[in-house]
């Protein structure tokens, strides 16, 4: 069955750190790839897509991803974060062949120290 | 451009009472989907409307409706509530498929008591 993994639920780094967050999928073939960031309370919002092409996605926020297709991953790093970037992060695919389902990771916390 | 709008934002309901809830996507977006948003289950997916029609449906009781109006409007209705309906329902856009890029709105929270 089609699956999405975050395998940390919460990750804590110090401002100014570099971070990298760990998506893993199960899928037979190359799905659309997302993450959305998620502030308390607030609906999602997109930080990056991979669709096709480049394996490595910039997004918002000076975020990027990068697709690896033999390791069925799009980890999302940062190479300094910031005290705002404190929120949840959600990747997700979307099955090309499946009716266009989408399915979501449980999410990764992301706390930042000052 | 204006977002995605959901009303109500917060609403208290009791148990076997009914709901509904309303999204209106962004202009020119035809795509909404419905999320639910739980502590233990996650984002699942509830269904998705285009142009008016049901395209999709996650594994929800029937209980969960929805309808979309021809200016792309949706609501979705949850009738005899329980307990375990409490959630953050999230609204989502995109222009013609899921899998293109959606926009949420910034969600319904229902508490049923």
Known sequence: ?114 | KAGVTQTPRYLIKTRGQQVTLSCSPISGHRSVSWYQQTPGQGLQFLFEYFSETQRNKGNFPGRFSGRQFSNSRSEMNVSTLELGDSALYLCASSSLKRTETQYFGPGTRLLVL
Do not use: M
């Open chain 1, 1 to 114: 069955a089609q699956s999405v993994t975050q395998p940390d639920i919460h990750i804590t780094v110090s401002e100014g750190a570099s971070l990298e967050l760990r998506c893993n999928y199960s899928y037979g073939a190359t799905p659309y790839l997302f993450w959305y960031v998620q502030s308390p309370g607030q609906g999602l919002q997109l930080l990056l897509k991979y669709f096709s092409g480049d394996t490595l996605v910039q997004g918002i926020k000076g975020f990027e991803a990068e697709f690896k297709r033999s390791q069925s991953s799009f980890n999302l790093r940062k190479p300094s974060v910031h005290w705002s970037d404190a929120a949840e992060y959600f990747c997700a695919v979307g099955l090309r062949d499946r009716d266009d389902k989408i399915i979501f990771g449980k999410g990764t916390r992301l706390h930042i120290l000052p």
